[in-house]
């Protein structure tokens, strides 16, 4: 795609930055949505009805007034906090999480870049999300941001071994990294999709979803912010868009997981119906449905369960999701020898 682009426009520079705003160009009107919808989703399971003013038909607009109101308010940077680091934090942190967007395949199409260590790829670049929000506790100089920094350090670093384990399931099946590749293989019925490829893969994707909840820091593993204990865990000292930044990542950390089951066990963008409603534009159509129905099992987790303490958290990792995921891993490579 920048190979066309560059044909048209005069700097080649120019070709790189509309290719890489692309995925921007989705996620800002996904946050748009996601936020006003969890907002919804709150609401009718405590039997409210959420925000209905704004805008008109179920107050749809809320969230483009908050964004607005987020954009006027004043930027406040706490007296003794570490200035460069406290502003810094939160780019970094959407900055990692907005790179790994750029090997996810939205289509038979399209895909940011080809590279053939696309899973590998996701999972090192992702892990910079933890350095940004340490960044910001740290820098804030309060005691409820650097416990909220220090438990996302633990958390993250914790779940992301049963999640690369979880890849590794789908790399050893697939034989390749290549993100591409991996969805270009499930194409054609439902039933090529890899999560129906063994009887351990399904396991692979459940082990994959519960780890990625808490690699986004949401409900029951939003230990990082935790209100009830921490005020705003990481976030307590931030304001305006600051605030809105680092909101921005999660919201985009919960459908880089979404979109990342969906490549990796559900098929990408191949329709579940066949050649029937396939196509690049309809691979678009089916990655966004896809993606947006494990954001909306994590906001109807999210308002179900009850948060984990902090031991908690870490027995579920490290006694039950690591030692699984790594006998799955060995039985899925028995299965492949096999069969």
């Given amino acids: 795609m920048v190979e066309i682009l560059q044909e048209y426009l005069p700097f080649p520079i120019m070709a790189f930055a509309i290719h890489a705003s692309i995925p921007l ?68 942190a959407f ?7 750029a090997v996810i395949p939205f289509s038979s199409e399209y895909v940011g870049a080809h590279l053939d260590v696309g899973a590998l790829y996701v999972v090192a670049i992702t892990s910079l999300v933890t350095l940004g929000i340490l960044m910001g506790g740290w820098a804030s100089n309060n005691k409820w941001s650097l416990l909220g920094a220090m438990r996302t350090a633990a958390q993250i670093v914790s779940y992301e071994i049963p999640t690369v384990v979880a890849v590794l399931s789908v790399v050893v099946a697939a034989g390749t990294l290549n993100l591409m590749t991996i969805s270009e293989m499930q194409s054609g019925s439902i039933f090529n999709w890899l999560v129906f490829h063994s009887p351990f893969m399904f396991l692979a994707f ?3 979803f519960i780890a990625g909840i808490a690699e986004s820091n949401r409900n029951p593993f939003d230990l990082p912010e935790s209100e009830s204990e921490l005020v705003g865990g990481f976030q307590t000292e931030y304001s305006g868009m600051r605030w ?35 196509g690049p534009i309809w691979g678009v159509f089916w990655m966004i449905v896809k993606g947006m129905f494990f954001v909306f099992v994590m906001m109807w987790l999210r308002w179900t369960l009850p948060r984990l303490r902090v031991d908690q958290l870490m027995d579920v990792c490290w006694k039950y999701l690591i030692p699984f995921a790594f006998i799955n891993l060995v039985l899925i490579a028995l299965w492949e020898m096999i069969f």
């Fill in 206 to 208: 459940i082990l994959f």
């Fill in 244 to 278: 809105g930044i680092y909101m921005l990542t999660e919201y985009a950390d919960m459908f880089l997981v979404s979109l990342l089951a969906s490549v990796l066990f559900l098929g990408a963008w191949n329709s579940p119906f066949g050649e029937f409603m396939s």
């Fill in 25 to 92: 160009i989705i996620i800002l009107p996904y946050a748009l949505v996601a936020i006003w919808l969890e907002r919804k989703v709150s609401a009718h399971m405590q039997d409210r009805l959420g925000p209905m003013r704004v805008g008109g038909w179920h107050g749809w607009a809320q969230t483009i007034a908050d964004m607005v109101k987020l954009l006027q308010k004043e930027d406040i940077v706490p007296r003794n906090a570490d200035r460069f680091l406290f502003k810094f934090g939160p780019y970094v």
């Fill in 95 to 101: 900055m990692a999480s907005y790179g790994a967007f």
